[in-house]
């Protein structure tokens, strides 16, 4: 595998895996859903986002594009508002590393003996990454980002929707109609012309009473990369201890341009 190809592939992972994709959306309890106002639906959804100060995990991670399909076990762990770092193994040799501050990323791909190190708003323009770092850090969460402070709502097959616009951004936040967690986010960008669809499912409970969405899909559409697909299964949800994120950079590496 090239260099170069590895970069994209190992940050399109990133991408995808940090911000949304498509599967099929957990199945609404049976019940009767009524109709609830915008600011209701929101509130709920406000209140299910999780806050702490630092995250350990470990997940099994499938990408898949139009080349076929590769899997890896993967470790994250996150420092609130300072870094993300994540580690990608196969066959328990590690293959590529990454840590992610709020205005730069570096990537070591030991496969080639090679790394790449960007400013992070140089990536959310070659990648079309409408969040920044803070929203990097609420999606690795499972919290949603939004978009515009003007939401609107509706009902639809007994998922409460709320709908966001701005001049280039559409976004649709689709919540399960009796237990109010989040089953799937969808996100257009109409500048880029990529679009992204997430469905979250395995809620399990978590801390101070929220739930913890286990398993995550994903579908990412992009003009320049295609379609791709990430599958996220946790195995390992640790949170408010203290992470190490060791990141050196070997002399030897040559840096990708």
Not at 73 to 95: G, H, N, P, Q
Not at 145 to 153: D, E, G, R
Not at 164 to 186: K, S, V
Request: proline share 4%; net charge positive; glycine share 4%.
């Amino acid at each position: 595998m090239k260099s170069f190809k590895l970069f994209n592939l190992f940050f399109l992972v990133l991408v995808v895996a940090l911000a949304a994709g498509c599967g099929t959306a957990q199945k609404a309890k049976t019940g009767k859903v009524k109709e609830r106002p915008t600011e209701v639906i929101m509130d709920k959804l406000i209140k299910q986002q999780l806050d702490v100060q630092s995250l350990d995990a470990k997940a099994r991670v499938a990408y898949t594009d139009e080349y076929g399909k590769v899997s890896f076990v993967t470790y994250l762990r996150m420092k609130k508002d300072s870094a993300i770092w994540m580690s990608f193994k196969k066959f328990s040799i590690e293959a590529v590393r990454v840590l992610i501050r709020p205005d730069s990323v570096f990537i070591i791909d030991r496969l080639n003996g090679e790394y790449a190190a960007e400013p992070l708003s140089y990536l959310q323009r070659r990648y079309s990454v409408p969040v920044g770092f803070d929203g990097l850090q609420a999606l690795l969460l499972g919290n949603p980002i939004f978009f515009s402070k003007q939401t609107q709502s509706r009902l639809e097959d007994g998922k409460y929707v709320l709908e966001q616009h701005t001049d280039r951004i559409t976004a649709e936040y689709f919540l399960d109609g009796l237990t109010m967690l989040l089953n799937q986010w969808n996100v257009l960008d109409a500048g880029s012309r990529s679009s992204i669809r997430a469905t979250f499912d395995a809620y399990e409970s978590f801390k101070n009473k929220k739930k913890f969405s286990y398993f995550r899909s994903f579908n990412l559409n992009h003009p320049d990369f295609g379609d791709s697909k990430v599958e996220i299964t946790f195995t390992k949800v640790e949170t408010d201890k203290p992470v190490k994120l060791p990141f050196s950079i070997p002399s030897r590496y040559d840096r990708i341009n």
